[in-house]
C-alpha cells in the first residue's frame, strides 16, 4: 500500500470524529446575555444594589447579601490573603454594572450558599444578565464546582474570553 493511501486510511477517522465533535459542540449556542431577562417568577420584584463588595458578592437594599450564581472572580476583599490578579478590576467591573442600580434576582435549586449568602442570578432593567456578562468579558471564571442552570453557556462565555485574550486572558504588562 502507498504511503499517501496509508495516510489517507488513517486520517479518515480522524477526521469524521472531528466534525461529530464540532457537530456536538455547537448544539447548544450560548444565547447572548443581551436578550431579555426571563420572565420574573411569581413574587420576585426589582431591588437595589447598595453596594458591591467585590466582582461576585453584592449587598442588596435590606442588607441582603448576594453571590453570583455560576461565577468566581479574583478575590480583592479577603484579609487573609492578598489581592489576586485582576480582582481590583473585576470589582470595578461589577460596580460600574450594578452599584446603585436596579436589579432582578432569579434562582437556582439552592437559595443560601454554607455561609448565607443568598445564591442569585441578577439581572439589569435593559435585560443584561450580570452573571453571564462578568464571565463574557473576563472579569471571572465560570464557577462550575456545582451544577447550575446555565453552566454550558457560562464554560462557552469563558472559552471565548480566553481565545479573545478578554480580561483575566489579556496579555500583561
Known sequence: MSP???????????????LAAVVWLARDVPRSVFQPAPEPA????????VRVVDGDTLIL??????????????????PRRPVQYFGKEA???????VEGRRVRLDYDEDRRDR????????????????NAEI???GYGHAYTRFPFRYMEEFRAYEHE?????????????
Not at 411569581?42 to 444594589?49: E, H, L, M, N
Open 4 to 18: 499517501r493511501r496509508l495516510l489517507r486510511r488513517k486520517t479518515a477517522p480522524l477526521i469524521v470524529l472531528l
Open 42 to 49: 411569581p413574587g420576585s420584584d426589582w431591588r437595589t444594589v
Open 61 to 78: 437594599d435590606g442588607s441582603e447579601r448576594i453571590r453570583l450564581i455560576g461565577v468566581d472572580t479574583p478575590e480583592s476583599v479577603d
Open 91 to 97: 470589582t470595578a467591573f461589577t460596580r460600574q454594572m
Open 115 to 130: 455561609y448565607g449568602r443568598t445564591l442569585a442570578y441578577v439581572f439589569l432593567e435593559d435585560g443584561t444578565f450580570l
Open 135 to 137: 464571565i463574557r468579558q
Open 161 to 173: 474570553a480566553r481565545e479573545n485574550h478578554r480580561g483575566l486572558w489579556a496579555e500583561r504588562r
